[in-house]
Nanobody, 125 residues
């Protein structure tokens, strides 16, 4: 099982980035996919998730309206489109996958047994 995140980089306030996470998972289309992030000196926090059953999406309050999570089941890939980036969005972003067929509360790290290596997003002011 492997999750490969990419797309991070150094941008300025107000810029956009799109993160991708390619998953070598069987039954990708039956898993909740999520993005978490960890800023320097802080705990990892939930950013966004997308369910497999109905593509319902969930967002942290801090990113709602600026970030969009989506998935392409044909490519086994989940995306995070990040617009209007701010310095407090600076963090390592991790993608995560749930167990196949699970459809519970998507906000907590403990519900994701599979994690990518992270991609760094730095937003300068």
């Amino acid at each position: 099982v492997q999750l490969q995140a990419s797309g991070g980089g150094l941008v300025e306030t107000g810029d956009s980035l799109r993160l991708s996470c390619a998953a070598s998972l069987r039954t990708f289309n039956a898993r909740i996919m999520a993005w978490f992030r960890q800023a320097p000196g802080k705990d990892r926090e939930f950013v966004a998730a997308i369910k497999w059953r109905d593509d319902m999406t969930y967002y942290a309050d801090s990113v709602r309206g600026r970030f969009t999570i989506s998935r392409d089941n044909a490519k086994n890939t989940v995306y995070l489109q990040m617009n209007n980036l701010r310095p407090d969005d600076t963090a390592v972003y991790y993608c995560a996958a749930s167990r196949s067929g699970w459809s519970g509360t998507p906000f907590y790290e403990r519900n994701y047994p599979y994690w990518g290596q992270g991609t760094l997003v730095t937003v300068s002011s």
